[in-house]
């Protein structure tokens, strides 16, 4: 009986050493697989931050000519404002950054000069700037139009007149059913956009956040307070 407990007491230990080793074992290689999980994760957080960065840099040495084009126009004050459209149009990159050669009515990337790109790039937003105040919209709006096209100034007036996304998807449902051939997202129906086609939804949203970007990145006086405002 005696020997039977002591065998019964011996193997709960054996069991409980066991486990003990199994928690260590399971901790051990939980670490481990946490550790290599945080580094990858730095690792992609710095070439995000690296990529944003570069970007940043391509869009900051055209704002000196950003702000000296709308001097002329007298929006200089949107300096910033202008320079996130860069960064959601093309970071700065290529010969059309401001990507404006279709509000030429010329297809995508025919300018191939910085300089003009800028230039028909404010002469755009100026022109969306002054018609939203014509019609008295809000300036999610205005910067929706910029990649939308002055026809959404007119919805958003008829309907409210404050941009929200549920509006860019009714204006872009519109659009897209009078060309469904065209704007499909190239077929891809896992794109976000899809099945609003026309233009991108979330573009003023985008273009904010980007302003929030450059505003902490190249700290100057470029009237980004009053270019905050705006939103």
Request: aromatic content about 12%.
């Amino acid at each position: 009986m005696k020997y039977n407990k002591k065998k019964s007491k011996k193997k709960k230990q054996v069991q409980r050493n066991f486990n003990l080793v199994l928690l260590l074992f399971t901790l051990f290689v939980g670490f481990i697989l946490f550790d290599r999980f945080f580094d990858l994760y730095h690792q992609r957080v710095q070439t995000i931050n690296l990529d944003v960065n570069n970007s940043i840099g391509e869009v900051a040495k055209y704002t000196p000519i950003i702000e000296e084009e709308l001097k002329k126009v007298g929006l200089d004050e949107h300096t910033i404002t202008v320079s996130a459209l860069m960064m959601q149009e093309s970071r700065g990159r290529g010969g059309d950054p401001m990507q404006a050669s279709e509000s030429l009515g010329l297809a995508p990337n025919t300018i191939q000069d910085p300089q003009q790109s800028i230039q028909q790039g404010v002469k755009y937003f100026q022109r969306a700037v002054t018609y939203g105040n014509q019609k008295q919209v809000d300036f999610p709006t205005v910067i929706q139009a910029y990649n939308m096209g002055i026809g959404y100034i007119d919805f958003v007036a008829i309907n409210g007149g404050k941009h929200s996304e549920g509006l860019a998807k009714k204006f872009s449902m519109m659009q897209v059913e009078k060309n469904p051939q065209i704007y499909n997202c190239g077929g891809d129906k896992n794109n976000f956009r899809y099945p609003y086609c026309y233009g991108d939804f979330t573009y003023s949203t985008k273009v904010a956040q980007h302003m929030e970007t450059i505003t902490v990145s190249i700290p100057a006086d470029l009237g980004e307070s009053m270019t905050k405002r705006s939103f």
